[in-house]
């Protein structure tokens, strides 16, 4: 699929920005020269046959569709008229309600893609007001299927919680490699060794997961049956706290995501 719309992200020029704008560019989707990037102090020496710009409003006025890629806090001093154009934030916490009457448009999306994004592995769940289009959709999950995978979601409190499940979800795994790696210094293991093992044991079982696409607890239930080493570690990691452990962080994520919605 491709879109002949012109896309404009402001934040093009920061990671999360210029990684959708990797995705959609590699996939087909949009022309490079159907794109227009906003950034702030250097213009990277991507996309050369886009259009660069530190005006984000002249970058709403040439785009059909705004990609808002900033941070909460800069955002709230932000302003640009969207008016009647379709508005996708992927800011983690800003309402839509806030998003409609600060851009001056009802055709406002909350996206949250994750770090996975930069290698179109991300899942990004997503919710549109009430006034998105059926063409609004579409256009939505064009952009975030290059990215990865996507799914509409029902309510905005589903959003503030996946920003936590999903958004956070790349640096889990790595907290987990990394305790696994320092258990495994401590025991002995060159640095090197450990790294190794570690990685390819997370990138393993993701690639795993995603080719039986079976659920998790299943996986898990498994080796528990076959009662060998593995079911011996699930269940020490479990009596230490482990599944408290993950809801308290997703929790946390949560409470987060909405206070940075707070809006003063």
Same mark, same amino acid.
């Given at each position: 699929?491709?879109?002949?719309?012109?896309?404009?992200?402001?934040?093009?020029?920061?990671?999360?920005?210029g990684?959708?704008?990797?995705?959609?560019?590699?996939?087909? *989707?949009v022309?490079?020269?159907?794109?227009?990037?906003?950034?702030?102090?250097r !213009?990277?020496?991507?996309?050369?046959?886009?259009?660069?710009?530190?005006?984000? !409003?002249?970058?709403?006025?040439? &785009?059909?569709?705004?990609? *808002?890629?900033?941070?909460?806090?800069?955002?709230?001093?932000?302003?640009?008229?969207?008016?009647?154009?379709?508005?996708?934030?992927?800011?983690?916490?800003?309402?839509?309600?806030?998003?409609? !009457?600060?851009?001056?448009?009802?055709?406002?999306?909350?996206?949250?893609?994750?770090?996975?994004?930069?290698?179109?592995?991300?899942?990004? +769940?997503?919710?549109?007001?009430?006034d998105?289009?059926?063409?609004?959709?579409?256009?939505?999950?064009?952009?975030f299927?290059?990215?990865?995978?996507?799914?509409?979601?029902?309510?905005?409190?589903?959003?503030?919680?996946?920003?936590?499940?999903?958004g956070?979800? +790349?640096?889990?795994?790595?907290?987990?490699?990394?305790?696994?790696m320092?258990?495994?210094v401590?025991?002995?293991? +060159?640095?090197?060794?450990?790294?190794?093992?570690?990685?390819?044991?997370?990138?393993?079982?993701?690639?795993?997961?995603?080719?039986?696409?079976?659920c998790?607890?299943d996986?898990?239930?498994?080796?528990?049956?076959?009662?060998?080493?593995t079911?011996?570690?699930?269940?020490?990691?479990?009596?230490?706290?482990?599944?408290?452990?993950?809801?308290?962080?997703l929790?946390?994520?949560?409470?987060?995501?909405?206070?940075?919605?707070?809006? &003063?």
């Open positions: 699929m491709s879109v002949s719309l012109r896309i404009g992200i402001v934040g093009g020029g920061g990671w999360l920005g990684a959708i704008a990797g995705t959609i560019v590699d996939s087909g *989707l022309d490079p020269r159907n794109l227009c990037l906003s950034y702030r102090s !213009q990277p020496d991507r996309f050369p046959d886009s259009f660069w710009t530190t005006d984000s !409003q002249e970058l709403a006025d040439c &785009s059909d569709v705004i990609l *808002l890629a900033v941070r909460p806090n800069d955002w709230r001093p932000f302003a640009l008229d969207a008016s009647g154009k379709l508005l996708i934030s992927v800011m983690a916490g800003i309402r839509l309600g806030d998003l409609s !009457q600060r851009h001056k448009t009802g055709r406002v999306v909350r996206a949250l893609p994750n770090a996975a994004a930069e290698v179109g592995k991300s899942y990004t +769940p997503w919710i549109g007001a009430n998105i289009t059926g063409d609004d959709r579409a256009v939505v999950r064009a952009i299927e290059t990215c990865g995978s996507e799914d509409e979601v029902a309510r905005e409190s589903d959003i503030d919680y996946l920003t936590g499940l999903s956070s979800g +790349p640096a889990f795994p790595a907290l987990l490699a990394a305790a696994m320092r258990d495994a401590a025991r002995g293991l +060159p640095a090197e060794v450990a790294r190794r093992a570690v990685n390819t044991v997370i990138s393993g079982a993701g690639r795993l997961l995603e080719r039986r696409n079976e998790p607890e996986i898990v239930q498994t080796f528990l049956d076959y009662r060998g080493t079911a011996a570690a699930i269940e020490g990691m479990r009596a230490a706290g482990f599944d408290a452990a993950v809801g308290e962080g929790s946390a994520a949560f409470k987060k995501s909405v206070g940075m919605g707070a809006v &003063s």
